[in-house]
C-alpha cells in the first residue's frame, strides 16, 4: 500500500532534506520515525530537496508499507517519534502510480526578507536580513523578467547535477510586509540554488545597485557569475507542490506565514 505525507519543518539544526552520511537531515529523522510505526525500515520520496537551513510548510512524501496504521498511527504516531521541530500535518493513502517527486506539476517557495537598519530577534534562523533600504516595486518588476520557460543557468549553482536549466516560472511576485519583503515563486521545477540567487539578485535592484533590465541581461547571458550573491537559507520556505486532482490530496493549510 502506498501513503503520502505533508511534512513540516524548521530546516534550521539540517543539512537539508536528503539523507547523507555523518550529518543530520530531516529525511534521516522523518524515516527513523516512520520505521518505529511500520516496524520495518521504510525510506520516503520528497516533491522536492530542500538544502541546509530550508524550511518547509508542506513537503510531500511518498512511502510503501505493508500495513496500515490509519490516520491517527501515520500523523499522531509519527509525531511522537519526530523531534519538536519535525512535524507531520496530514496524510492519506494514495494510488500505487502516485509519486511525490513525478506526478507534482509545480512547486511554490517562499523567500522573507526582514528589511530593517537592525537585525531581527524574533524568527531570526527563519529570515533573511538586509540592512539597506529595499524598493520592492523594483524588485517585483525586475522579476517579471523570470516568468516563463527560460534557460536558468545564470541562477543556478556551478554544482547543480540536473541535465537541463529549462525551468518554467508561473509567477514570482514581490511584495512589502512592514519590515517585510517576501517573494513568492511558483516553478514547475527548481534548479539547485535558484530561489536563493534569484532572491540575492532581486536584491542588488531593490537596493538600486542595479537596474530593472539587469536581470534580464543576466538571465540571457546564461553565466552564474554574472547574477546576484547567492541568499541566506534561512529565510527561504517551500510552501506548497501542485498534483492533478484525481489523487485528492489535502488541501495545504499552512504557509500563510509573511503572505
Known amino acids: 500500500m502506498r501513503f503520502a505525507l505533508g511534512i513540516e519543518y524548521d530546516g534550521s539544526n539540517y543539512c537539508g532534506w536528503q539523507r547523507q552520511n555523518h550529518v543530520n537531515s530531516v529525511q534521516q529523522e522523518v524515516e527513523k520515525a516512520l520505521s ?3 516496524n520495518l ?35 499522531l504516531g509519527i509525531n511522537t517519534h519526530l523531534p519538536k521541530d519535525i512535524a507531520v500535518k496530514w496524510s492519506c493513502p494514495v494510488s500505487d502510480d502516485f509519486h511525490a517527486r513525478f506526478s507534482a506539476t509545480a512547486r511554490q517557495y517562499r523567500y522573507v526578507i526582514y528589511n530593517s537598519k537592525l537585525r531581527p530577534a524574533i524568527l531570526n534562523k527563519g529570515l533573511s536580513h538586509c540592512h539597506f533600504p529595499l524598493d520592492e516595486k523594483l524588485m517585483h518588476t525586475a522579476a ?5 520557460e527560460h534557460d536558468f543557468t545564470s541562477f543556478r549553482t556551478v554544482h547543480c547535477q540536473a541535465n537541463t536549466a529549462k525551468r518554467t516560472i508561473m509567477y514570482c511576485n514581490v511584495s512589502r510586509h512592514g519590515d ?8 514547475n521545477a527548481f534548479l539547485q540554488h535558484m530561489v536563493r540567487n534569484i532572491a540575492g539578485s532581486l536584491m542588488r535592484v531593490g537596493r538600486k545597485v542595479e537596474t530593472v533590465d539587469w536581470v534580464a541581461e543576466v538571465l540571457a547571458h ?31 493549510s499552512s504557509g500563510g506565514i509573511f503572505l
Not at 517579471?144 to 516563463?148: E, F, I, K, R, Y
Not at 552564474?224 to 490530496?249: K, Q, W
Request: aromatic share 10%; glycine share 10%; net charge neutral.
Open 144 to 148: 517579471q523578467h523570470l516568468v516563463g
Open 222 to 252: 546564461k553565466n552564474r557569475c554574472l547574477a546576484g550573491m547567492t541568499a541566506p537559507s534561512g529565510g527561504l520556505y517551500f510552501i506548497d507542490v501542485d498534483y492533478p486532482e484525481h489523487f485528492n490530496l489535502p488541501k495545504n
Open 36 to 38: 518505529k510505526i511500520v
Open 180 to 187: 517585510y519583503v517576501v517573494i513568492n515563486i511558483k516553478a
Open 41 to 75: 525500515p521504510t525510506q520516503v520520496v520528497c516533491a522536492g530537496r530542500t538544502d541546509t537551513g530550508v524550511h518547509g510548510f508542506n513537503q510531500v512524501i511518498h512511502f510503501d508499507s505493508p500495513v496500515d496504521r490509519g490516520q491517527a498511527g501515520w500523523e
